[in-house]
Structures are given as structure tokens and as C-alpha cells.
């Protein structure tokens, strides 16, 4: 079984601090945060919307279970929230084992560890690239509110 094999040690520190720091966040202050969420400015001024419409609706449907309509609010939001939980759990196993036996090596752990790639930002670029131009354009052509 291959075992950790980091594309990039400081950017998986960095994901690694920022998710652990996020996942508390929202397990303390989640209903106060999506509540709190100002109205979209740029969809108050223009009519269209943002790259990141419909994400705290897509982020308050995660959490409640609802992953169908979090897809349809905005695909990215589960697109992140599930490897990254992944991410986070291996992360965590693998320092902590790291952490133990000092004889361990990136090389002989006995799962394999989720590391930040290139392609995943990729993906992710596309996917907030799509789900903008399909709102826009149902808005635009259709007069059809996908998010309405």
C-alpha cells in the first residue's frame, strides 16, 4: 500500500491548520455564522450572480443532510466538504502516528494519507466556473432564477 507521498509539505500544514480551524468553527458557531451571512452585494447591484452564490445555502443544506440540494445551491461546497473531511481525518492519523513512533517514515504508513493536488484546485476552478455560467445564463437568456 503507498503511503504518504506529499506534493507539497507546507501547503498540506497549511490545509491541514485552516481545516482543523474551520471544522471548529462550525461545530461551535454554525447556525449563528450561516445566519449572520450578509446578502450578496454584487448580486444587489448587478441582478447576477457571484461565484459564490448560493454557498452558505449550500453549506447550511450539508450540514443538515441534505446533499441534493446542496449540489444544486452550489456543487463546490460538497465537492470540498466530504474529501476534505477525508483529508483532515488521514492528516490527523498520520501525524499522529508520525507523531509516535519516531521510527515512522512517510514511506511505510499502512493507509494511505490524502494529500493537496494540483488537479483538485483544477477541478475546483471549473466547477465554480460551470455552476456560475449555467446560473447566469438560465438568469440571462431564460429569466429563469435557478437560486431564486
Given at each position: 500500500m503507498k503511503g504518504y507521498n506529499a506534493y507539497n509539505k507546507s501547503?498540506?500544514?497549511?490545509?491541514?491548520?485552516?481545516?482543523?480551524?474551520?471544522l471548529l468553527i462550525f461545530?461551535?458557531?454554525?447556525?449563528?455564522?450561516?445566519?449572520?451571512v450578509p446578502p450578496c452585494m454584487f448580486h444587489?447591484?448587478?441582478?447576477?450572480?457571484?461565484?459564490?452564490?448560493g454557498g452558505t445555502r449550500a453549506i447550511e443544506y450539508v450540514l443538515s443532510g441534505h446533499f441534493i440540494k446542496s449540489i444544486y445551491y452550489h456543487p463546490?461546497?460538497?465537492?470540498?466538504?466530504l474529501?476534505?473531511?477525508?483529508?483532515?481525518?488521514?492528516?490527523?492519523a498520520y501525524r499522529i502516528r508520525r507523531r509516535f513512533f519516531k521510527?515512522?517514515?512517510?514511506?511505510n504508513t499502512p493507509f494511505p494519507v490524502i494529500t493537496i493536488r494540483p488537479g483538485y484546485?483544477?477541478?475546483?476552478?471549473?466547477i465554480i466556473i460551470l455552476q456560475w455560467a449555467i446560473k447566469n445564463l438560465s438568469l440571462l437568456l431564460f429569466h429563469y432564477d435557478l437560486l431564486g
Amino acid at each position: 500500500m503507498k503511503g504518504y507521498n506529499a506534493y507539497n509539505k507546507s501547503v498540506d500544514t497549511c490545509a491541514y491548520i485552516c481545516g482543523i480551524i474551520c471544522l471548529l468553527i462550525f461545530i461551535t458557531a454554525n447556525q449563528y455564522i450561516i445566519r449572520s451571512v450578509p446578502p450578496c452585494m454584487f448580486h444587489l447591484i448587478t441582478g447576477y450572480y457571484c461565484p459564490g452564490c448560493g454557498g452558505t445555502r449550500a453549506i447550511e443544506y450539508v450540514l443538515s443532510g441534505h446533499f441534493i440540494k446542496s449540489i444544486y445551491y452550489h456543487p463546490l461546497v460538497l465537492y470540498v466538504a466530504l474529501p476534505g473531511l477525508l483529508f483532515l481525518f488521514t492528516q490527523t492519523a498520520y501525524r499522529i502516528r508520525r507523531r509516535f513512533f519516531k521510527s515512522s517514515s512517510p514511506d511505510n504508513t499502512p493507509f494511505p494519507v490524502i494529500t493537496i493536488r494540483p488537479g483538485y484546485i483544477y477541478i475546483a476552478c471549473i466547477i465554480i466556473i460551470l455552476q456560475w455560467a449555467i446560473k447566469n445564463l438560465s438568469l440571462l437568456l431564460f429569466h429563469y432564477d435557478l437560486l431564486g
